[in-house]
Nanobody, 124 residues
Framework: QAQLVESGGGSVQAGGSLRLSCAASQYIRNRSGMGWFRQTPGKEREGVASMDTPGSKGYADSVKGRFTISKDNAANTLILQMNNLKPEDTGTYYC??????????????????WGQGTQVTVSS
């Protein structure tokens, strides 16, 4: 099974920015739908941003206007640019891939392949 490997997490103050990357060569070559999810202890994993196969993008209401999902096809990398971070953005962020998708999904059940996660901590 091909791997998804996240990087770029860390600790920032509110208002700061972080850029998450996910090495995802096989999934990008296969035109998989891909997304970013996050989870905090005691809560269910929630969709943050995703892209379908044609490249349409979708975002959770809580991150619209602050987060941007993109692909670097040359580097086979999925990126999540996070700006104006808030303490409520704190959590473990996961990169995920699914099958070829037509239509954006923020549902974890639509993605069958997951990275190990990277921690994002935003302090007030």
């Amino acid at each position: 099974q091909a791997q998804l490997v996240e990087s770029g997490g860390g600790s920032v103050q509110a208002g700061g920015s972080l850029r998450l990357s996910c090495a995802a060569s096989q999934y990008i070559r296969n035109r998989s739908g891909m997304g970013w999810f996050r989870q905090t202890p005691g809560k269910e994993r929630e969709g943050v941003a995703s892209m379908d196969t044609p490249g349409s993008k979708g975002y959770a209401d809580s991150v619209k206007g602050r987060f941007t999902i993109s692909k670097d096809n040359a580097a086979n990398t999925l990126i999540l640019q996070m700006n104006n971070l808030k303490p409520e953005d704190t959590g473990t962020y996961y990169c995920a891939a699914g099958q070829i998708m037509y239509g954006v999904s923020l549902s974890p059940g639509d993605f069958g392949y997951w990275g190990q996660g990277t921690q994002v901590t935003v302090s007030s």
